[in-house]
């Protein structure tokens, strides 16, 4: 008779030991390659490395592979289900982030590159991007509830091995794009579009542009484009950034997912030997899942994970006991689990993220967002070659010991090499940018919006004394500022002065509300990121709430990044004259993700924001948030 596989092995005092120095190890290996350990790094790699080795060869010897897997699982399981339930608190926002991968220039610049197939695109799984959100964070927290409770381990090992290569691969991508490096890209026309007749033109003098082939009704064309490079992979969505002020850089992302996969590999190859847990088995699993959990959730500054995670957990084992025969198994625990993540992201994407980690939160101080950036700080280095051993040093370029060394008069011994820049202090954008400017050119200054005092001051500005020339041999007139006008100038044979008129500054080209959203005692503002997809179903209660406002002398005005023209047919067809302003798409898809959504702020701190499903009554935000 077989002796039975437990985690205990040959010692479980000696087992313990090796995974305490094989995580040790595994800790200073990714240390040595952080760059903040650049000085250090093949001291850190050497000494973590070997405690890796002589700790998996302990771990052989005394038959631990199936604690290490379990320590593997524990890990990997917690963190799957915190890193999904990221996720899925706002799958919009990582759709957003996968069609940026999927756009021509990004990821499938590589397929382009390594295997000369320039015409391969990505670009129609954009329309899907939602679906593979949800879908990737449903796979996430299922994966994560199996793999700690041992269910279909042999199928979650496989899966949870594609997964991360999937992850890892992007990550690699996005640690190693340079956005200097050229590809060769191949795009079709057809000979009616605009566009053909341009490109046809520029191959004539732009050596990165071929036509391939030509006819009557298309044209080929290869072009040497720029990769469009990721700074950030999107593996937290914006929690990193909302809770410890910045995200993982690229290479960091990398070697959290090389983690990942090494101890997800510990798991892939315990995986015949791994039983589904018993009762006293998920005692402590419960137990230890709890503190996991709870330890990301406590670096994320969100707790809902830690009960998710639980009831998710316990549901399962509860279905796995009274789900009779069809449920009573791992695949009814998986479809009541994904149920659960339906529910949550269904809900999430219906209203708004239930955890928001965007720099547009209720209770944001927008100035602080708008100046918490970090200046970065550089150095120039010199680098001299010695012409006999070869040897380089480095020198700082305003130090006073490469002002002393005078190396650079030592010509028949050191020749100067090359110059490179070291970053010291990386620079940090502000959480919010200038891409946060709503703003309306003043050509397109209406009624509703001169309603407002802050346009109706700036417009006092625009405008300007003027004079109207006539010029008689083109028959047309134009304005001339007062100030710029010199009557000597113009020979009365050719031109006729017509008088004064009053007419915009012509250094004043727009008006803006960045800083007035900052000083502004109250202000109502609605976002609409898209009015043609917009939902206004309820824009009878948007014209009360405008109503209520106007007569209590708070501003309203909506922010959106359609054109004046479809501005102008949305407020025809609803039969409301609101004011309305510009800004970017994607700085609008940062601050809502509801379309249309409101916005209270109260000098310069978000007060409340509402999706237009659940938006509330001018009365009940006159009680709960103006009062």
């Given at each position: 008779m077989s002796k039975k596989v437990t985690i205990q092995g040959q010692s479980l005092v000696f087992n313990a030991l090796?995974?305490?120095?094989?995580?040790?190890?595994?800790?200073?290996?990714?240390?040595?390659?952080?760059?903040?350990?650049?000085?250090?790094?093949?001291?850190y790699v050497g000494?973590?490395?070997?405690?890796?080795?002589?700790?998996?060869?302990?771990?052989?010897?005394?038959?631990?592979?199936?604690?290490?897997?379990?320590i593997s699982r524990y890990l990997v399981g917690g963190l799957f289900i915190v890193s999904g339930l990221i996720k899925a608190n706002d799958p919009l926002g990582f759709s957003y982030k996968l069609e940026e991968y999927f756009e021509d220039g990004a990821l499938a610049f590589r397929i382009k590159e390594w295997f000369g197939a320039p015409g391969f695109s990505l670009e129609f799984f954009i329309e899907w991007a939602l679906v593979l959100s949800v879908l990737i964070c449903v796979a996430e927290i299922v994966l994560g509830v199996l793999v700690l409770l041992g269910g279909k381990i042999r199928l979650v090992s496989w899966l949870m091995i594609l997964m991360m290569v999937f992850f890892t691969f992007l990550t690699w991508h996005t640690a190693n794009c340079d956005a200097d490096k050229k590809f060769r890209d191949r795009d079709t026309y057809a000979m009616n579009d605009p566009l053909a007749e341009i490109k046809i033109k520029e191959a004539k003098e732009n050596?990165?542009?071929?036509?391939?082939?030509?006819?009557?009704?298309?044209?080929?064309?290869?072009?040497?484009?720029?990769?469009?490079?990721?700074?950030?992979?999107?593996?937290?969505?914006?929690?990193m950034k909302g809770s410890v002020g910045r995200s993982l850089t690229p290479k960091e992302s990398l070697w959290k997912d090389i983690v990942l996969v090494y101890l997800v590999i510990w798991i892939f190859v315990a995986r015949f030997k791994i039983q589904p847990n018993t009762r006293e088995e998920n005692i402590y699993m419960l137990a230890v899942?709890?503190?996991?959990?709870?330890?990301f959730s406590y670096i994320f500054g969100w707790y809902f994970p830690i009960l998710f995670g639980l009831v998710a957990l316990l549901v399962s084992l509860w279905i796995l006991r009274a789900g009779g025969r069809f449920l009573g198994n791992y695949l009814g625990a998986s479809l009541l689990v994904s149920a659960m993540c339906f529910g949550l992201t269904s809900y999430v994407l219906l209203?708004?993220?239930?955890?928001?980690?965007?720099?547009?939160?209720?209770?944001?101080?927008?100035?602080?967002?708008?100046?918490?950036?970090?200046?970065?700080?550089?150095?120039?280095?010199?680098?001299?070659?010695?012409?006999k051993t070869g040897e380089k040093k480095e020198f700082d370029a305003n130090s006073p010991e490469y002002m002393d060394s005078k190396i650079w008069?030592?010509?028949?011994?050191?020749?100067?090499?090359?110059?490179?820049?070291?970053?010291?202090?990386?620079?940090?954008?502000?959480?919010?940018?200038?891409?946060?400017?709503?703003?309306?050119?003043?050509?397109?200054?209406?009624?509703?919006?001169?309603?407002?005092?802050?346009?109706?001051?700036?417009?006092?500005?625009?405008?300007?004394?003027?004079?109207?020339v006539w010029d008689k041999s083109s028959q047309t007139s134009y304005q001339i500022p007062e100030s710029e006008f010199n009557e000597a100038d113009y020979d009365t044979a050719s031109y006729e002065i017509r008088g004064k008129v009053s007419m915009l500054?012509?250094?004043?080209?727009?008006?803006?509300?960045?800083?007035?959203?900052?000083?502004?005692?109250?202000?109502?503002?609605?976002?609409?990121?898209?009015?043609?997809?917009?939902?206004?179903?309820k824009i009878e209660a948007y014209k009360a709430i405008y109503k209520e406002a106007k007569a209590h002398g708070i501003p309203m005005f909506m922010i959106c990044s359609s054109?004046?023209?479809?501005?102008?047919?949305?407020?025809?067809?609803?039969?409301?004259q609101l004011p309305v302003f510009i800004n970017d798409e994607t700085e609008l898809k940062a601050i809502a993700r509801s379309n249309p959504s409101l916005m209270v702020v109260r000098k310069g701190v978000v007060k409340g924001k509402y999706p237009f499903r659940s938006l509330p009554t001018y009365q009940w935000l006159d009680k709960h948030i103006l009062k």
């Open positions: 090796f995974i305490l120095v094989n995580l040790a190890g595994l800790t200073l290996v990714t240390m040595g390659f952080h760059d903040a350990f650049e000085n250090s790094k093949w001291f000494i973590g490395g070997a405690l890796m080795l002589v700790s998996i060869i302990g771990l052989i010897i005394f038959k631990g592979r199936l604690f290490m897997s379990l050596p990165d542009i071929t036509i391939v082939s030509k006819t009557s009704t298309e044209l080929v064309v290869d072009e040497m484009k720029q990769p469009q490079c990721v700074s950030d992979c999107g593996c937290f969505g914006d929690a899942s709890a503190v996991i959990i709870s330890f209203f708004e993220p239930i955890k928001d980690y965007r720099p547009y939160a209720v209770g944001s101080n927008l100035k602080e967002k708008m100046n918490d950036g970090i200046e970065g700080k550089y150095m120039n280095l010199l680098v001299y070659k010695n012409l008069e030592q010509t028949e011994v050191w020749a100067y090499d090359t110059m490179w820049t070291k970053e010291i202090i990386p620079t940090r954008l502000p959480s919010i940018t200038t891409q946060f400017n709503p703003m309306i050119p003043i050509a397109d200054v209406g009624e509703a919006e001169r309603e407002l005092s802050v346009v109706s001051e700036q417009m006092k500005i625009a405008e300007v004394p003027g004079i109207e500054n012509p250094e004043l080209s727009e008006i803006s509300l960045r800083e007035y959203f900052l000083q502004a005692e109250t202000i109502f503002a609605v976002f609409s990121k898209d009015l043609k997809q917009a939902n206004f179903d054109s004046r023209d479809e501005v102008n047919a949305w407020r025809a067809k609803n039969d409301f």
